[in-house]
């Protein structure tokens, strides 16, 4: 909760959460399970403690929400239900979300929608470019990341929006995220400044 208000604070339109990978999910069913119960928590918390209207936020979870249990599926729907007219900000949930699934899932798509026009394999092969597979991506409304945030002192992305994180800026935190300060956000966000941007130029 702190984060997300200190990002309000900073008007801060789009965020994004990665609570748990699709990898996550194979672990012990113990453990996913409290993960999930957390989740389903937060999610009432947030609506019923008013936390979401507070900050204008609407909630968006992306992901394999089909491999989830009915619990938690109702709890981010719920929530994505619930503040699905906030403005202020946009909070995308990754919950049994992973890059390269994102990946697939997002050709799939733009296979399925030509298939279903009827195109020819040159056509098919010809339309497929970086803006086409864009338009199939979870988080296909949103603009790439500006900055990811990785904590714990791991340095590596571990599958985390790998297509839009192409030109993004990174800021790697030895604090673990529950330890998370407001002063480590505010050294992520003033590196981030000093940075100049190239974009693959």
């Keep these: 909760e702190e984060v997300l ?54 909630v968006r979870p992306i992901g394999r929400l089909d491999l989830l249990p009915a619990g938690a599926l109702k709890a981010l729907r719920g929530a994505e239900s619930a503040t699905r007219r906030h403005e202020r900000m946009l909070l995308n949930v990754g919950v049994g979300y992973g890059g390269r699934q994102e990946i697939v899932d997002a050709v799939k798509g733009y296979l399925r929608e030509c298939f279903t026009r009827g195109e020819r394999s040159d056509e098919i092969l010809g339309a497929l470019t970086p803006d086409a597979v864009d338009k199939y991506l979870y988080t296909y409304d949103c603009p790439d990341p500006d900055l990811i945030i990785r904590t714990s002192g791991e340095v590596r992305l571990s599958g985390f929006m790998l297509w839009q994180s192409a030109y993004s800026e990174f800021y790697f935190c030895d604090v673990h995220w529950p330890a998370f300060r407001k002063i480590d956000f505010l050294r992520a966000i003033r590196s981030y400044q000093h940075r100049q941007r190239r974009f693959g130029r």
């Design 5 to 58: 208000a200190w990002c309000a604070e900073l008007g801060i339109p789009t965020v994004t959460l990665w609570w748990l990978s699709t990898e996550n999910l194979t672990r012990e069913p113990g453990e996913v399970a409290d993960v999930l119960q957390v989740i389903e928590t937060k999610m009432a918390e947030w609506i019923e403690g008013g936390l979401a209207e507070r900050l204008g936020m609407r």
